[in-house]
């Protein structure tokens, strides 16, 4: 559909399939992260050191 495509034009990126929690995200180069899930936005930010937004998907991208 795209959306891979406008995201990482805009400058976003995305991360798929993996727990954030044990993955090596701050090693990612990412200093804020969008998640739709509560286990990452519990443990995100005292693992990683990350600032996170939680809200739906839809909430956090905006399509036009």
Do not use: W
């Not at 995305?14 to 701050?26: F, L, N, Q, R």
């Amino acid at each position: 559909m795209g959306y891979t495509q406008i995201i990482e034009s805009a400058g976003g990126n995305i991360v798929c399939d993996t727990c954030m929690v044990v993955a090596p995200i701050e090693e990612m180069g990412f200093e804020v992260i969008g998640v739709n899930s509560a286990k990452a936005a519990n443990y995100v930010p005292s693992m990683c050191g990350l600032d996170v937004v939680y809200d739906d998907v839809e909430n956090l991208i905006r399509f036009e």
